[in-house]
């Protein structure tokens, strides 16, 4: 058959040199006019002239086979183009020009926890090739900048020697695992969460699919404990709950009560919403194959052609959560369990500033103390003194907070003071001051060529004019800057938050909102004012501080208090 198949003759049509048409391939010069086109090639379904430019420069080179361009830029001290911005971002290297010519080097620390050696040995990195300071994020973890083209090799290789790594935390890929900054000692935790976040981030580390998605990812896990992770503002998020079945001696779906994890999706807080709970309930050891199977389906069924669209939260606007689930279901070995929300007991709620401070570890004698970094950024030598501290007075442990601060476990409560006397000498604040405890920035214009505004030097102007002329508040607050509408800093989260802007004349400015939260505080600021001068913030938050203690009512706090009434009311009230 094969012999008869290949005697049959087929069509040809071409064209000779002088663009005649011929039935003789030998005389064309080029290739059969009668032939069908080639398929396309695709990604996922999606053919290549449809995706937009980042993924076909993915489609064109796995940006994790990158290695080779990366020594190239180094020998030649030379800056990468926008395609080789992008692949290197992989690699978690940013190009961060015009806002400063140089990288800045984002690490990545699963569950948020550090040990000293690691500290001390980034300090020294910071000092010896970039800027002399590391800036906090609000992925509990670390960012270092000022790195020049012919330091990122030995950048990459000493934060490796340090057992780090900074792959898969830029770009189209999931970010740093993110958990409870008190997980194994917290006292009101359910469970210790780190070794899950711990094993989804081996995971990624391991398995290529997993990078490359069609935009960045991000996955919490929560302890049930005083402190939260801010699980609602991820893409997936693992809430540490109770399960109390109405009879406790019957398991339901084959459930016996005990501590599982519920599952959240959705949760994208630049784009004005939170995660949202899926019905799901898991076992803790499931839940870094649920994890990987979810990240899967998005993998291969999100948008690849419109950036704008290319979240989680609109795969599933688009789908509808069930059709969702039953994908990652396909995925798993075993099955996924729907049990009604109230029955499980509710999440204690949060201790708001509960990351500053001294308290109680679950351990008999021991106390975390929890300390705040000015606008988020520490200088090598800060660094070097916070892990001497926790050498000293702990175990050389350290934990990094959503928040931008960090937490010194383990420590003796004969101890205690002096941990805050080290702390405070250093130039870190332990009081969980109302005012100025919560204030969270981004980098800002001096380090990100989206921000419109220096975020952090008028975050640290605001704190200074509050510690010394600020009302009194009896309940904390948080205050969060950002400088542009990526919402890096979550400003639709905070009590009040700031969106950085520009003036007609070219002046930093801000537009603020007023009455957001997260957890059992969950929802999104409403805009109470536009284009407000950088200078006139600390008046600004100072006369909303005002209003909200002359009207408010007994207990009332700030996100109360601005919810209670429309809009309108408050931005009269305030125009007074």
């Known amino acids: 058959m094969a012999g008869v198949a290949a005697a049959i003759p087929s069509a040809f049509v071409g064209q000779t040199a002088g663009g005649l048409f011929t039935a003789r391939p030998e005389e064309a010069t080029g290739g059969n006019l009668a032939a069908p086109a080639p398929e396309e090639p695709n990604v996922f379904g999606t053919p290549v002239s449809d995706l937009c430019k980042e993924e076909r420069w993915k489609h064109a080179e796995n940006p994790l086979d990158a290695w080779e361009r990366l020594l190239r830029h180094a020998d030649a001290d030379q800056a990468p183009d926008p395609e080789n911005t992008y692949r290197f971002k992989t690699h978690g290297l940013f190009y961060v020009a015009p806002a400063q010519d140089s990288f800045m080097l984002r690490l990545r620390i699963p569950g948020c926890e550090l040990s000293a050696h690691q500290l001390h040995g980034l300090a020294d990195l910071a000092s010896d090739h970039g800027g002399g300071h590391a800036d906090l994020t609000t992925r509990g973890n670390l960012q270092l900048r000022e790195f020049r083209p012919r330091e990122i090799i030995n950048v990459l290789t000493r934060v490796q020697d340090l057992g780090l790594t900074s792959r898969g935390s830029g770009a189209d890929n999931i970010r740093n695992i993110t958990a409870t900054p008190t997980s194994g000692f917290d006292r009101d935790e359910l469970i210790d969460v780190r070794p899950f976040a711990k094993g989804l981030h081996h995971t990624i580390l391991n398995h290529r699919d997993l990078y490359g998605l069609p935009r960045k990812f991000n996955v919490a896990f929560d302890s049930g404990g005083s402190i939260s992770a801010a699980t609602d503002t991820n893409d997936i998020a693992f809430a540490a709950v109770r399960f109390c079945p109405p009879d406790e001696r019957t398991a339901v779906h084959g459930t016996p009560p005990g501590v599982y994890f519920r599952i959240q999706l959705g949760g994208i807080t630049g784009h004005g919403d ?149 702390l405070h000498r250093h130039g870190f604040q332990t009081e969980a001051s109302a005012t100025t405890g919560g204030i969270v920035a981004c980098t800002g214009s001096r380090g990100c060529k989206y921000a419109a505004a220096d975020t952090k030097a008028h975050a640290l102007a605001l704190a200074r004019h509050l510690e010394t002329s600020g009302p009194h508040l009896e309940q904390p607050i948080n205050l969060h800057f950002t400088g542009c509408a990526h919402s890096c800093a979550q400003h639709y989260c905070g009590d009040i938050g700031f969106m950085g ?19 059992h505080e969950q929802g999104i600021a409403r805009e109470l004012l536009r284009g407000v001068r950088a200078e006139e913030i600390p008046a600004t938050v100072s006369r909303i501080l005002s209003l909200y203690q002359d009207r408010r009512q007994r207990g009332e706090t700030l996100v109360q208090w601005s919810r209670r009434h429309t809009l309108k009311e408050l931005q009269e009230w305030y125009s007074q």
């Open 274 to 422: 939170f995660a949202r709970d899926t019905g799901l309930l898991i076992k803790p050891s499931e839940s870094v194959a649920v994890a990987a199977a979810m990240i899967r389906v998005f993998a291969e069924h999100g948008d690849r052609t419109n950036r704008k669209k290319a979240r989680l939260k609109y795969l599933l606007e688009a789908w509808g959560v069930e059709r969702f689930l039953d994908e990652a279901q396909k995925r798993l070995a075993f099955p996924i369990v729907r049990i009604p929300l109230d029955q499980c007991e509710s999440r204690r709620p949060v201790l708001k500033h509960g990351w500053l401070g001294a308290y109680k570890q679950a351990q008999r004698g021991l106390n975390y103390v929890g300390a705040s970094v000015p606008a988020g950024r520490m200088t090598a030598r800060q660094m070097h003194a916070l892990a001497e501290i926790s050498s000293h007075y702990g175990k050389g442990d350290l934990r990094l907070t959503v928040w931008q601060t960090v937490i010194v476990p383990h420590v003796p409560d004969a101890l205690v003071e002096s941990v805050k006397r080290q």
């Open 501 to 519: 802007a520009k003036t007609p004349d070219g002046a930093d400015a801000f537009h603020v909102v007023l009455g957001g939260g997260m957890d």
